[in-house]
């Protein structure tokens, strides 16, 4: 049996409604609808399939370990594009989040799940995939708008790709790295 796993950070649910009244907003304006089968997230890692349950302990065996992190406040601000294709908010980096990633792309990678991993450009995802034809429209629409929201970051998830739809799967809380178990080597 195959699985469908994407591993984001989901903001809160008052900032989600806020981000699909506005995704709601330009699919109904647009008629771009291919974003709202998706819940307002940002990617860390590309969505990997995993075949059996040894694939799936190891990919979440990795994640554990990659939850060694201190809490940080993300940034949601502004609009953006990437041309053409899709059209997004703005994901502020900072030094929690790059690290996060950087520590997931690390665990995941002996797992060989995906070949060469683009390099990591955090977004929010408003419309894709069904926008080229009003793409600039769209721009056009939001260029003079604002938007700015912030949250904590304790915790990353896990979704599942089940029925067409992602849907939660789990959600891996930050252990304090302190506690992180050291690597045993012969000449510590």
């Known amino acids: 049996m195959e699985n469908l796993f994407l591993i984001c950070l989901v903001p809160p649910v008052s900032i989600?409604?806020?981000?699909?009244?506005?995704?709601?907003?330009?699919?109904?304006?647009?008629?771009?609808?291919?974003?709202?089968?998706?819940?307002?997230?940002?990617?860390?890692?590309?969505?990997?399939?995993?075949?059996?349950?040894?694939a799936e302990e190891r990919f979440f065996k990795a994640l554990t370990d990659a939850s060694f992190n201190q809490p940080f406040t993300q940034v949601l601000r502004n609009f953006n594009s990437f041309?053409?294709?899709?059209?997004?908010?703005?994901?502020?980096?900072?030094?929690?989040?790059?690290?996060?990633?950087?520590?997931?792309?690390k665990t995941l990678q002996p797992l060989k799940l995906i070949g060469k991993k683009e390099k990591f450009n955090p977004h929010l995802t408003l419309a894709f995939r069904d926008i080229k034809p009003v793409?600039?429209?769209?721009?056009?629409?939001?260029?003079?708008?604002?938007?700015?929201?912030?949250?904590?970051?304790?915790?990353?998830s896990v979704y599942k790709h089940v029925d067409k739809r992602w849907q939660p799967f789990k959600e891996l809380p930050f252990k304090d790295p302190d506690t992180k178990p050291k690597t045993l080597t012969l000449f510590d």
């Open 83 to 105: 041309p053409e294709h899709t059209f997004y908010l703005d994901v502020e980096q900072n030094e929690g989040l790059m690290l996060l990633e950087k520590q997931i792309t």
């Open 135 to 156: 793409f600039k429209q769209i721009c056009a629409e939001f260029k003079d708008r604002k938007f700015k929201r912030e949250f904590e970051v304790s915790s990353f």
């Open 16 to 54: 989600a409604e806020d981000i699909d009244e506005i995704r709601t907003y330009i699919a109904d304006k647009f008629n771009v609808r291919e974003s709202l089968k998706r819940p307002p997230h940002i990617t860390l890692y590309p969505p990997v399939k995993l075949s059996g349950y040894d």
